[in-house]
């Protein structure tokens, strides 16, 4: 089989969880097939292999709106994949380009759904008119693919109702995987005292973009009634529009008047050091609204940690509550409840260390059992030889 693999996000410019899976996918699928990768970016990075090619905007457009440069790089993505059997394109940024390869070319198209656009309309502020053709895009590509995988049965059960149209059959769920080889628990603490982390004070951890997905400002609130032994440390970056980030930051301020430990690291880390941070943490905190999966929570769980994550979208297909963390549930109509019950539910982990100890455990038990990359590879290799016997 020749596969093209079309992406926004491959390394070294991975800033989320659909990046983390066509990564690891990708290295994965090479035992299995002939996979071609293609990815956004204005030319070849130094440590990309042969089979990784970069796709840019077209300059004629570096005023124009974000959306529409997206698009012009799923020209040159469907121009690059013509020697392929199959495309299987991740997230909208890239689904354009594999509908019109199949059009192009009569070959299948897959699409991975790691997000939906119409259960993220908090978009519009970020993209402007850009929301429509993201709209556009995501659903030309779901509602005419070949296959569709969602990433968790909770995504499944999303895409359904988001679009009717698609037939159920053409719907396969492939979970999310972790590497347990690269996230496992380690000794070593440089990263903690390099980043202003206190390693003999308890830490609640959270890594991700500030985004009003990943619910950030939600865990903020609810940490001002949080013990002040523990410290809160924020992996958080790459905000989505500059009123976020003034949310972000005007919160992050006003937690710091009433206590101290609370640590925002805002740039991006190496793998190795968000590895230490995920190993040492007393609890990982997952206060998304909107969650596929949360590739996330599995790198937590694969550092023996334990989640204190809302009980929405995929979650509660990884985090067991109960077992490898709690599990909070979340509506949109009183956030101020959820804000009470996370602060709770972190709390109740910070109190009882042994309990967290076994949690970590689990976690770390479940992550290998259920979630290797190479049981996911070969998932979805089924997939494809199934669209292509057809």
Known sequence: MRIGLLTREFPPDVYGGAGVHVEFLARELQTLADVRVHAWGSAKAAEDPPHVLRHAADPALADANEALRSLSIDLGMAAGV???????????????????????????????????????????????????LSSWAERTAIEAADAVIAVS????????????????????????????????????LDALIKNGVDPDRPYVLFVGRITRQKGVPHLLRAARSLNPSAQLVLCAGAPDTPAIDQEFRGLVEEL?????????????????????????????????????????????????????????????????????????????????????????????????????????????????REFGWDAIARRTAAVYEEILRK
């Open 82 to 132: 013509a020697d392929r059997d199959l495309v299987h394109s991740h997230t909208w940024y890239a689904n354009l380009g594999g509908h019109l390869a199949k059009l192009l070319y009569g070959i299948p198209h897959v699409m991975t759904a790691h997000s939906l656009e119409p259960l993220r309309p908090w978009k519009a502020e970020q993209l402007g008119g850009g929301y429509a």
């Open 153 to 188: 049965e909770g995504m499944r059960a999303d895409i359904l109702g988001c679009y009717p149209a698609i037939d159920p059959a053409r719907v396969r769920v492939v979970h999310n995987g972790i590497d347990t080889e690269l996230y496992k628990p380690v000794r070593e």
């Open 256 to 368: 710091r008047q009433t206590r101290d430990g609370v640590i925002w690291i805002p740039e991006m880390l190496p793998r190795r050091e968000v590895v230490q941070l995920l190993t040492n943490a007393a609890l990982f905190a997952c206060p998304s609204v909107y969650e596929p999966l949360g590739i996330v929570n599995l790198e937590a769980m694969a550092c023996g940690t334990p989640v204190v994550a809302s009980a929405v979208g995929g979650i509660p297909e990884v985090v067991v509550d109960g077992v490898t963390g709690r599990l909070v549930g979340y509506d949109e109509s009183d956030p101020a409840a959820f804000e009470r019950s996370l602060a709770e539910a972190i709390e109740s982990v910070l109190a009882d260390p042994a309990a967290a100890r076994r949690m970590g455990e689990a976690g770390r038990e479940r992550a290998v």
